[in-house]
């Protein structure tokens, strides 16, 4: 047992559902998807933002993924060595009726893999944090735990794969068995979204499909995309390690695209 950095309640690593981690939406009850059909079945009877988190933070659907999330939890790095990690699915964050959904990638190993919150606890979450902090979309410029009073009234962040992969690279079959946990999580805040962000790529790839686009455009960062749906697509380069230290994506274009998806979004 470890003793968590900001509420000095101690748990194991991984953290046992509804043992009282800050956030953790789960409880010893909330019934685990172990396979692909599992997953479908309990995204798609998810009636509530609340239920989908908690069935997506016990997750066990895919075998290597499960197996990677809970070793790092036990081996850890050595700068968080005396934390425990959370070492489980990392659900959805933010409002459960966004104007603005931003969509990345997957949890970082030692960032939402250790602190349970999308995007926290690494140095890509800082710098999006950051930025969405000088937005005014959310109440405070840094994100290093999930008891630090983090909140926001109008986005919410998700990811496609809601476990930390191996290289981050989740292999296709990974991303298939994850995909209804993403399409659900859509259907229950769409009727209030406006605007998504996507941050990459394959972030954008997937947003498309989730709200009706047909593939067309391409990824380009500052590109915007007016969907039939309604819904506006912004492309932003995801703020990785590499991308802001190589000065493709710099805090300037992380705030243009912010400012303007707030604008679009019709956020005051
Ligand atoms: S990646 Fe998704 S489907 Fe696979 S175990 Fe994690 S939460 Fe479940």
Redesign the pocket.
């Known amino acids: 047992m470890l003793m968590h950095p900001n509420t000095g309640r101690s748990y194991p690593s991984p953290v046992p559902p509804g043992s009282g981690w800050p956030g953790d939406p789960a409880t010893s009850r909330t019934p685990v998807?172990t396979d692909a059909a599992n997953?479908a079945a309990l995204a798609y009877a998810a009636t509530s933002i609340a239920e989908l988190d908690a069935a997506?933070s016990v997750?066990?659907?895919?075998p290597r993924?499960?197996t990677w999330r809970e070793d790092v939890a036990l081996v850890k790095r050595r700068a968080f060595a005396d934390q425990p990690y959370w070492g489980r699915?990392v659900p959805g964050w933010g409002s459960e009726r966004p104007r603005l959904l931003i969509v990345g990638l997957a949890p970082a190993a030692h960032g939402a893999n250790r602190t349970g919150r999308m995007f926290t606890g690494d140095r890509s979450g800082d710098q999006l944090y950051a930025a969405l902090h000088r937005a005014g979309l959310v109440n405070q410029p840094t994100s290093v735990d999930a008891a630090d009073g983090l909140c926001t009234r109008d986005i919410r962040i998700a990811a496609p794969?809601?476990?930390a992969p191996p290289a981050n690279a989740?292999t296709p079959a990974?991303r298939d068995?994850?995909a209804p946990?993403l399409d659900a999580e859509w259907r229950l805040v769409a009727p209030h979204v406006r605007v998504v962000v996507a941050l990459g790529g394959f972030a954008w790839q997937i947003a498309l499909r989730l709200t009706g686009g047909t593939g067309k455009p391409k990824f380009g960062h500052g590109v915007v995309a007016e969907l039939p749906s309604g819904v506006r697509l912004l492309g932003c380069y995801h703020p990785s390690q590499q991308n802001m230290f190589t000065g493709r994506l710099t805090p300037a274009m992380l705030d243009e695209v912010f400012r303007d998806a707030k604008k679009l979004a019709g956020i005051k």
Do not use: G, K, Q
Request: net charge positive.
């Open positions: 998807a997953v997506i997750c066990r659907a895919c993924l499960v699915p794969v809601r476990c989740p990974e068995t994850c946990w």
